[in-house]
């Protein structure tokens, strides 16, 4: 077998078994169409490597029957340990999980200050990669690997961050200078695009090939998964669903264009808004004004409400443009502002169903899953348990039969 074949059906096979959590031997063949010759060859070289591991089949005793007893393999947990972290407005959410996907520990800690730079950033995630450790008993040197999701334009494979309301300034080799501050692989990506990594890995989105993520929190970002794969575009800006246009030379954006959808239905946009109008949501912090202002709507004040109502029609017809573009299976409406249904109410999206195409089927469901960050963070750590899976099967090389 060549070394390329071998290097493919490693990662396929492994993929296979993370997916089952136990399957046996002659049941991948079936399911990944690989020879039995090269499935029994290629897991024992995995087997090997501790990246899996025999385990007794299910209602199997040792004296149950005669012969070997039958076993099914699995992912090894102890094989590699990953973290992941979710950057917020004001904080880092953190999680700390083995191979096989088991949450290990998971902690929160705050930033010093909502935009920083990227050496700044460095060192305080590398206190909180301690902190999350030392939870578990380990120390930094036992993670094999980091996953960052962070708001703004990404390219996730260079681990490049073009814009982040995070970030003091554009155009920032993120991972690089994080993993230069920690010793350790870190793997930085869109937050929305690792909020689909984790419905695809351990969430709604486990039984469907075609989804699409929304997420609501400071700002709003999209995640795709197409055929099971999650799409990023060409130049890693795809999927910024905040950033699509709904109003020409509308609303100023904090990305520094005009007409986003962002600055109509986000925090920022929504108070932006009641001080344009007269509106006082009272003093404090951001989210505190937020939930001021929705409960006023709650309550019949007529202004607040038609700021609230407003934001609504623009999120409508946002989605009403998802599902006339990508006709997805299932959308899944996620994040901190789920826990008010503004965006999300019957009007909305009774709204949203009047602007998509009709055909004589049922349209895209829309479900809501309220992910607190560290499930957030978890996304960040089912990308990083991806790519050092990829990583452990490298060091593996390319040895023919």
């Known amino acids: 077998m060549a070394g390329l074949q071998r290097s493919v059906g490693r990662r396929v096979l492994l993929q296979q078994i993370r997916h089952d959590e136990a399957v046996p031997r002659i049941d991948l063949a079936e ?18 490597a501790g990246l899996i591991e025999e385990v007794a089949r299910e209602g199997e005793t040792s004296g149950s029957k005669r012969g070997r007893p039958k076993v099914d ?10 973290a992941g972290v979710k950057i917020s ?23 010093s200050a909502p935009t920083l730079s990227a050496e700044d950033m460095a060192q305080e995630l590398r206190d909180g990669v301690d902190a999350l450790a030392a939870l578990a008993g380990k120390s930094r040197k036992d993670i094999s690997g980091v996953g960052v999701g962070i708001a703004g334009v990404v390219d996730a494979p260079e681990g490049f961050v073009h814009w982040s309301p995070s970030l003091n300034r554009r155009n920032v080799a993120l991972a690089a200078t994080i993993e230069a501050a920690m010793g350790v692989p870190v793997f930085v990506d869109n937050d929305a695009n690792l909020v689909a990594v984790a419905e695809k890995s351990f969430g709604l989105g486990r039984a469907v090939s075609d989804f699409i993520v929304v997420t609501i929190e400071a700002g ?14 060409t130049r890693g800006c795809g999927a910024e669903f905040g950033h699509t246009k709904v109003h020409l030379e509308g609303a100023l954006c904090r990305c520094g264009q005009r007409g986003c959808l962002e600055a109509y239905v986000a925090d920022y946009a929504l108070l932006r808004e009641a001080s344009v ?18 409960s006023a ?3 019949g004040d007529a202004l607040a409400r038609s700021i609230v109502e407003r934001a609504g029609r623009m999120f409508a017809m946002g989605l009403a443009n998802i599902v006339n573009i990508f006709d997805p299976q299932l959308i899944i409406l996620a994040g901190e502002q789920m826990q008010f249904d503004h965006l999300y109410a019957e009007e909305v999206i009774d709204e949203m169903k009047k602007s998509i195409v009709q ?12 992910w607190g960050n560290l499930m957030w963070a978890k996304g960040g750590a089912a990308y990083a348990l991806d790519r050092v899976s990829d990583l452990a099967l490298e060091e593996l090389g390319d040895n023919a039969d």
């Open 31 to 48: 399911k990944t169409g690989i020879s039995r010759a090269t499935v029994t060859t290629i897991t024992a070289e995995l087997l090997k």
């Open 73 to 82: 393999l699995k992912i090894r947990g102890a094989a590699r340990i990953v």
């Open 89 to 111: 407005h004001r904080s880092f959410s953190l999680v700390l999980i083995d191979f096989e996907g088991n949450l290990l520990a998971e902690h929160e800690c705050e930033m």
């Open 220 to 233: 709003v970002g999209m995640g795709i998964v197409i055929g099971g794969e999650l799409y990023r575009g």
């Open 277 to 294: 109008a007269g509106f006082d949501p009272q003093a404090g912090r951001q989210a505190e004004r937020v939930v001021a202002l929705l």
């Open 297 to 299: 709507a709650r309550e």
């Open 359 to 370: 055909i004589d089927k049922a349209p895209p469901e829309v479900v809501i899953h309220k």
